[in-house]
């Protein structure tokens, strides 16, 4: 009677050799299905956690510095870039039209309403969604995980809401943080490749943004928070296969995360245009 | 030659396992096993790698599932509660992993103290306990280093520690000895030996070692002299008390093969039985 994926079941039923392509398709399809209903039981599990005791808040804290703290430096030198890339790449098409002070409008509804949260959620889920499996991986393979539960701890309570948690309230500072090194890079950029007024660039990247593209630059980074840290935990407490199966679950993590931040972007990306034009 | 468990003559077990079947993808591991632990009594499982040894205490701990029969652990029918009804039965059960299975970014104090912490034990009551219980594994200056800097015995000793800090009635050993020197080896049992004899607790210990069995059944703790001796030499009822609370439980082939006293198993002619001997 296993209601978590952590609760092992023995084999429910002896499984045939398949002999048919129908059949192994078959099987492939419901192994598939089986991992849906296993990552959706884990993170509703991890959700319901959060807001019941008891709560972990010192995992959640060394959580909140690894994946806040610890990833500062790839999102300043990586936002500074973005940004001063983005200046360069549009101010050579606002050249031809003698338009060059539009960019710090581009620039700054371009990184907060879409590359911030993107780049932000691919980087950390590179850094973080890949740490998350492999320490939870190698716990489960050292049967760290099986003591856990031994002991009468709830490994979803101890080690996937503290990730979650932390990932959830992380990502959208490291984005605010993402967003404001961009514009400082294309400040840098527009400043000294364009001969702008850093004043103007600002002024105009301010007076650009209205709330809607807050709103959806501050949503987005929650959601891929809660993708980043549930697929680091799943493919981590899924290992199977010993140390090799841990690499394995490490470069899942790491492809499956980028691709459904990407998948969510783009459906996140309609609705807050959706809800801008019915609501702002 | 399967003897029938034996009945508690009316004391519920402590562990009882009916008709329990266990497989994977590639065959059934225990077919039918049905054995029972009485209350401080020291079963002794006796079986070659890959016999279920360890299937067997991880269902006894409800980390496994049984695909069919029964289970029932401190009266509770095991095999039928969801993980969270588990979780607060757990407490009442140590276990002991092969490996140690401690946690190898905490220090050997916070490993031990884990379990307190867990159970919401006040935080000047835990470090005298921890002390306590690592001055009983005889490891009170390792509280500040990592698993990762402790020899394989040291963490079997440090598991055994963390498994008894909040003195369980109940105590699993997956192979506690397996893969270390006869010296060490021998520390573990001594350990074991007084667990049993000083707090009384239940053991399910699995092995393939059949001497650690033997060392259990006979020899005990002697609380006024503080030290091991053989039954014969010293107190004789509750030598014969200790000898008769220690039984043995062979697999083989998915089945319980041999349930029985110690003099049974070294009496037996069985060929298979022999094999542990060597």
């Known amino acids: 009677m296993a209601d978590t994926p952590l609760q092992v079941t023995g084999r429910q039923k002896k499984q045939e050799e398949a002999v048919s392509v129908v059949e192994v398709l078959g099987d492939a399809a419901k192994r598939s299905v089986a ?13 319901a956690n959060i807001f019941t005791s008891p709560h972990y808040f010192q995992d959640t804290l060394e959580q909140m510095d690894f994946i806040g703290a610890g990833s500062l430096p790839i999102i300043m030198l990586s936002g500074f870039f973005i940004g001063t890339v983005m200046v360069l790449q549009t101010a050579s098409q606002f050249i031809r039209f003698g338009q060059t002070s539009l960019t710090g409008d581009v620039v700054a509804i371009a990184l907060v309403r879409e590359l911030g949260p993107a780049f932000t959620g691919l980087l950390v889920t590179g850094r973080c969604a890949t740490g998350i499996a492999s320490e939870l991986g190698s716990m489960l393979v050292t049967e760290q995980v099986d003591a856990m ?10 080690l996937v809401a503290p990730r979650l948690l932390a990932a959830v309230l992380m990502m959208p500072l490291l984005t ?13 950029a527009s400043v000294f490749s364009l001969r702008l007024s850093a ?27 809660f993708i980043l840290a549930t697929i680091g935990c799943y493919k981590g407490l899924t290992v199977r296969g010993g140390t090799q199966g841990v690499g394995r679950a490490t470069t899942s993590a790491a492809v499956v995360g980028s691709v459904m931040i990407i998948v969510a972007d783009a459906f996140l990306t309609k609705l807050a245009l959706y809800l801008s034009d019915k609501i702002f | 030659m399967s003897t029938p468990a034996k009945e508690g003559a009316g004391f519920e077990p402590a562990i009882a396992f009916k008709d329990v079947w266990m497989g994977f993808d590639d065959g059934d591991v225990l077919r039918g096993v049905t054995f029972q632990v009485q209350e401080r009594e020291t079963l002794i499982l006796l079986g070659e790698t890959g016999t279920g040894k360890t299937l067997t205490l991880k269902m006894a701990a409800g980390l496994l599932t049984p695909d069919s029969g029964s289970v029932v652990v401190l009266g509770n ?11 607060p039965l757990r ?43 690592l001055q009983f594994v005889e490891l009170e200056d390792t ?16 598991s055994i520690a963390r498994a008894l800090v909040n003195r369980p009635p109940i105590v699993l050993y997956d192979s506690p000895t397996a893969g270390l020197d006869p010296v060490t080896s021998q520390t573990i049992i001594t350990l074991i030996l007084r667990l049993r004899d000083l707090y009384g607790v239940t053991s399910l210990l699995a092995t393939h070692r059949l001497q650690d069995g033997f060392a259990l059944a006979n020899f005990h703790f002697d ?14 009822a509750a030598a014969a008390a200790n000898a008769a609370r220690t039984r043995f439980l062979v697999y083989r082939d998915g089945g319980v093969y041999f349930e029985g006293e110690p003099a049974e198993i070294a009496n037996s002619e069985d060929a298979y039985l022999k094999r542990f001997l060597v």
């Open chain 1, 199 to 225: 004043i103007e660039f600002w002024r105009r990247a301010i007076d650009a943004l209205d709330f809607a593209d807050l709103m959806q630059g501050f949503t987005k980074p929650v959601v891929f928070g």
């Open chain 2, 143 to 158: 509280l500040e280093q990592l698993p990762s800097e402790l020899s394989g015995g040291m963490r079997r000793r440090v």
């Open chain 1, 149 to 158: 539960r031994a002991m009468g701890t709830d490994p979803s309570r101890k």
């Open chain 2, 77 to 87: 029918e095991v095999s039928g509660m969801r993980e969270s009804q588990l979780l």
């Open chain 1, 176 to 188: 605010a943080l993402m967003d404001f090194i961009g514009l400082l890079g294309g400040c840098a």
């Open chain 2, 91 to 133: 407490r009442k059960i140590g276990f002991v992993f092969q490996e140690g299975a401690l946690f190898d970014s905490m220090p050997v104090a916070e490993n031990v103290a884990y379990r307190l912490r867990e159970d919401g034990v006040a935080e000047e009551e835990i470090e005298p306990r921890v002390r306590e219980v």
């Open chain 1, 35 to 47: 991992a849906v209903q296993d990552y959706a039981l884990l993170s509703g599990r991890a959700v």
């Open chain 2, 223 to 236: 609380p006024e002299t503080k030290r091991v001796v053989a039954n014969a030499r010293n107190g004789n």
